[in-house]
């Protein structure tokens, strides 16, 4: 069966300091890969998704990066970070057959903190 | 602008009553719908999905959706303490997953 990890659970980080989340997906092969954002009571926000290795679309402008150096790895970064990235982080990945893509599945999700 | 809507809640059903969720999308080129569960501070959970008009039950969960009303609904039969939590409908445009398009979420409470 397929898994899809994520780490690290909770982070706290300084205004300015660097960002890396990992996420990493067991059990399938060429995944489409897709980070999340959920604000505190808010709705899922895509900001990346990825249909294989070094390949990443962006959906929201912002102070983020995405990369895809395995099949099965997602890693989402920042160099500097600010308060507004604070928030619940989800990586998914989904289903596709043929050309069609069908239900998504999430990780467990970090949340960060950025003080 | 694609668009998912949903009541925020929160919807307050005594344990063993039916609970009715509802979800309204605006495109109609939709393809595919999902309902997914989240407890307060763990991540969302794939509950029902459905591609065709009618109904799709699963369990305690029926799911029901009407395209031409642009309309979709989660129904759980003889609720219980622990199905209370948010449930986020989400919207699949065009069948490709970057056009997953998720609602706000409704809040669920089930009251012993």
């Known amino acids: 069966s397929q898994t899809i990890h994520q780490w690290p659970a909770t982070l706290v980080q300084p205004v300015g300091s660097p960002l890396s989340l990992e996420c990493t997906v067991e059990?399938?092969?060429?995944?489409?890969l897709y980070w999340y954002r959920q604000a505190a009571g808010r709705g899922l926000q895509l900001l990346f998704y990825?249909?294989?290795?070094?390949?990443i679309s962006s959906e929201v402008p912002q102070n983020l990066s995405a990369s895809r150096p395995q099949d099965r790895q997602f890693i989402l970064s920042s160099k500097k970070l600010l308060l507004s990235d604070s928030g619940f982080y989800l990586c998914a990945w989904s289903v596709m057959v043929g050309q069609v893509d069908y239900e998504q599945y999430f990780g467990p999700g970090t949340r960060l903190t950025v003080t | 602008q694609k668009e998912v809507e949903q009541n925020s809640g929160p919807l307050s059903v005594p344990e063993g009553a039916i609970a009715s969720l509802n979800c309204t999308y605006s495109?109609?080129?939709?393809?595919?719908f999902f309902w997914y569960r989240q407890y307060s501070g763990k991540s969302p959970e794939l509950i029902m999905f459905?591609?065709?008009?009618g109904d799709k039950e699963d369990g305690r969960f029926t799911a029901q959706l009407n395209k031409a009303s642009q309309y979709v609904s989660l129904l759980i039969r003889d609720s219980q303490p622990s199905d209370s939590a948010t449930y986020l409908c989400a919207v699949n445009v065009y069948n490709y997953g970057q056009n997953f398009v998720f609602g706000p979420g409704t809040r669920l409470s089930v009251l012993p």
């Open positions: 459905i591609y065709s008009n």
């Open positions: 059990g399938t092969s060429n995944p489409n």
């Open positions: 990825s249909v294989g290795i070094g390949q």
């Open positions: 495109d109609r080129g939709s393809q595919s």
